[in-house]
């Protein structure tokens, strides 16, 4: 489990100074057919645009 999420989405609502994650948990998705293989094949579904909340 992780205890701390590091986190550079500086546009998402839930961030926070220091690159944290203020969000209670997170959901995180991959996406591609079969097994991720990088990084850039997965990515958070908990994002929100700052603007929208
Ligand atoms: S919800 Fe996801 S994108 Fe937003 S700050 Fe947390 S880890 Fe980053």
């Known amino acids: 489990m992780a205890k701390d999420v590091k986190c550079g989405v500086h546009s998402c609502a839930f961030w926070k100074s220091g690159n944290k994650c203020g969000a209670k948990n997170i959901v995180v998705e991959m996406y591609s057919e079969g097994k991720a293989k990088t990084s ?12 929208l909340l």
């Open 40 to 51: 850039g094949q997965t990515g958070c579904q908990t994002f929100r645009p700052k603007d």
